[in-house]
């Protein structure tokens, strides 16, 4: 398992040494990919060569749009920004392309009454399959982040999506924060956690790290919060994705400062030390 996060470099300064530097002062194993799909084939290849020189994975190309928007521009531009997105990490050797499935409200990731619907599992269907096959991917891999309204929302609906989709090249991201969307699930995460592994390990390809709180108030009311200070049983999740690849990425993200960042770091190295993880 990698460990990876933002690194804080001014965009003006931005280049292949400075980026390594950062993320080694940092102590990441990964990274998320540092360039756009305008890059040209030199810069590219320079960040490419630069992670490999270094031993850092570059985890994740972000390709976040709404490739299922009810408005057809759209989801058109999304869907060419998917493909796009998954180019680039073809290019750029980077272990996933990730995207949320998107949603059917205007709102590119909002909740909508037909997230659900068996029309829209079918329009994901048919919009992941036209992503990876514009492009076929030999060594990366499409897919689609875990989220609370939208497909995939639970290992079951993952494992469903896998067997429709029957693409080589579609994979699993796994965010299990995105998943906890009531107090029995929050109660319970870590027997989810340890059921999604169960049922989709092998496809696994890059998981991202946050934890929740839930507030003892009516209604249900759940938030993301710094890893360590909410609910998120991080020792079943690291002794989970640790039967996984070696070289698996786990990605904090959604926090609002670098020394946020260095504190939920540094729970997660804690709670993998005590577990003899290596990170």
């Excluded at 530097?21 to 990919?33: E, H, K, N, S, T």
């Excluded at 590119?108 to 269907?125: C, E, M, R, Y």
């Excluded at 609370?148 to 579609?170: E, G, H």
Aim: glycine share 4%.
């Amino acid at each position: 398992m990698r460990l990876a996060g933002p690194v804080f470099v001014p965009k003006s300064e931005m280049e292949p040494g400075r980026w390594i530097a950062a993320l080694q002062d940092a102590g990441y194993r990964a990274a998320v990919c540092p360039v756009g799909n305008d890059a040209d084939e030199r810069t590219v290849a320079e960040y490419r060569n630069a992670a490999a020189a270094a031993d850092i994975v570059i985890a994740e190309v972000g390709a976040w749009s709404n490739p299922i928007s009810p408005d057809d521009e759209v989801r058109k531009q999304a869907i060419d920004h998917c493909i796009r997105q998954l180019e680039l990490a073809e290019r750029i050797g980077a272990r996933c392309c990730v995207n949320i499935a998107g949603s059917r409200a205007l709102k590119w990731d909002g909740p909508h009454a037909d997230n659900f619907s068996d029309d829209t599992f079918a329009l994901i269907v048919d919009t992941v399959r036209l992503i990876i096959d514009q492009v076929n991917p030999r060594h990366t891999f499409f897919t689609l982040e875990t989220m609370p309204w939208i497909v995939p929302d639970s290992a079951d609906s993952y494992l469903a999506l896998v067997q429709a989709i029957d693409r080589a090249s579609f994979a699993v991201h796994f965010d299990p924060v995105n998943m906890i969307t009531s107090p029995r699930i929050y109660f319970q995460n870590g027997a989810m956690i340890r059921d999604f592994v169960r049922k989709l390990g092998p496809h696994i390809k890059n998981c991202h790290a946050k934890d929740i709180h839930l507030a003892d108030q009516l209604t249900v009311q759940l938030t993301e919060v710094i890893p360590g200070t909410g609910a998120l049983d991080y020792a079943v999740f690291l002794q989970e994705l640790n039967q996984l690849d070696p070289d698996l990425p786990l990605i904090l993200e959604h926090l609002s400062s670098e020394s946020d960042y260095r504190q939920a770091a540094a729970h997660v190295r804690k709670t993998a030390s005590e577990l003899s993880i290596p990170l």
